[in-house]
T-cell receptor, first 115, second 111 residues
């Protein structure tokens, strides 16, 4: 069982749709992360939030918009996505943002398909 | 080139031991992790080792670290069908927040 919960598990959307991915953790972690993972590849970091503030944006296109409403929740708002954005989107959390020993705990992801 | 390298595939018979290897390039790597990803699931943190350690054992899992050769291995004893998954080696460094992953090793357990 994962302590990081992501919803929905699957999402199919058109290129003109607007949707949101949600992530929740109740471990008291203050750092939260969004990753994108293509099939058979390692996860690629997209965003890092530390104490509810955006800390890192790995040059992600503006059609992806993160939001951290509180210390337990992390959202990823999607708009005007492209077919190449189809992937597994993983959320993770850690006690604090690194450096140092900050193991990241991952959710099961949202599998996103863009039509 | 890649900071963390792994072989891509491993096939092992049920009941045998599996050994998954990983090499890393940065000597300032401080923490090394093994994650497991089953089909359709996220990443599960299996174990980790600090760079000042040589070995760590946790039930069926043994992690060996050779700092001189920058080589990390994960041994799974008595491999079961439930161990079939992709295993990612990952590192963090003392001066960086980022978790750097290897390409992942797909382990297939055959009866």
């Amino acid at each position: 069982d994962t302590e990081v919960t992501q919803t929905p598990k699957h999402l199919v959307m058109g290129m003109t749709n607007k949707k949101s991915l949600k992530c929740e953790q109740h471990m008291g972690h203050r750092a939260m992360y969004w990753y994108k993972q293509k099939a058979k590849k390692p996860p690629e970091l997209m965003f890092v939030y530390s104490y509810e503030k955006l800390s890192i944006n790995e040059s992600v296109p503006s059609r992806f918009s993160p939001e951290c409403p509180n210390s337990s929740l992390l959202n990823l708002h999607l708009h005007a996505l492209q077919p190449e954005d189809s992937a597994l989107y993983l959320c993770a959390s850690s006690q604090e943002e690194g450096p140092g020993f900050q193991p990241q705990h991952f959710g099961d992801g949202t599998r996103l398909s863009i039509l | 080139g890649e900071d963390v390298e792994q072989s891509l595939f491993l096939s092992v018979r049920e009941g045998d031991s599996s050994v998954i290897n990983c090499t890393y390039t940065d000597s300032s790597s401080t923490y090394l992790y093994w994650y497991k990803q089953e089909p359709g699931a996220g990443l599960q943190l299996l174990t980790y080792i600090f760079s000042n350690m040589d070995m760590k054992q946790d039930q069926r899992l043994t992690v060996l670290l050779n700092k001189k050769d920058k080589h990390l291995s994960l041994r799974i004893a008595d491999t079961q069908t439930g161990d079939s998954a992709i295993y990612f080696c990952a590192e963090t460094r003392s001066n960086d927040y980022k978790l750097s992953f290897g390409a992942g090793t797909t382990v297939t357990v055959r009866a």
